[in-house]
């Protein structure tokens, strides 16, 4: 480990073991099989960020392919082929379409989001200052918080049905999960925002 050493037996010291033990360990089992350092080592730190990344993004990539494959149903089920006398669509099946597809545009503009977000610097996540500690433990939370939401709401579009796509209903599952998300990301980005 790179990190500054506390004096030993300091109240530092034991609060960077919860956070290191707790935390770490918590977001290393939603990872999975990824090797996850808890931004405790310099030369790990990118990869990490990456870690934590790519997870909640393909998360909300795996969520929009859910959704992408039950629109592509009912689009099949509910949408004529256009012929000379009916060119296009019914109006109500059009309108439906582009909410549908609106929501799937929405779930890539997050896994964008996810994707390209800063990546913490060392200095700014462990460094001499005083508040070091908390700022490694508020970055472990967030970062705990964004992959949660983002496994929940793939987890969720996998529930879904194409009768609930038919109704409209999709949105009243998703859409919540999908706030969650925005949510944990804007938290994570506002933590590694300079001061």
């Not at 990344?53 to 969520?63: D, T």
């Not at 597809?101 to 996540?125: K, N």
């Not at 001499?128 to 500690?133: F, L, N």
């Amino acid at each position: 480990m790179d990190l500054p050493t506390p004096a030993s037996g300091s109240s530092a010291e034991r609060r960077l073991h919860e956070i290191e033990e707790g935390f770490e360990r918590e977001l290393g089992a939603l990872l999975g099989s990824v090797n996850f350092s808890g931004y405790s080592d310099r030369a790990r730190l990118r990869a990490d960020d990456v870690a934590i990344r790519g997870f909640a993004g393909g998360k909300v990539l795996e969520a929009k392919g859910v959704v992408g494959g039950l629109i592509h149903q009912w689009r099949k089920a509910h949408i004529p082929e256009p012929t000379r006398e009916q060119p296009f669509p019914p109006d109500d099946a059009a309108n439906h379409l582009r909410r549908l597809q609106e929501f799937e545009s929405r779930l890539a503009a997050i896994e964008l989001r996810i994707r390209s977000a800063a990546a913490p610097d060392f200095d700014v996540v462990w460094n001499q200052r005083a508040d070091g500690i908390a700022v490694l433990e508020a970055l472990l939370k967030a970062d705990t918080r964004l992959v949660t939401m983002a496994r929940d709401l793939a987890m969720r579009a996998h529930d879904l049905t194409l009768d609930q796509i038919a109704a409209d209903h999709s949105f009243h599952t998703l859409s919540p999960a999908a706030d969650a998300v925005e949510a944990a990301l804007r938290e994570r980005s506002e933590l590694l925002t300079p001061r």
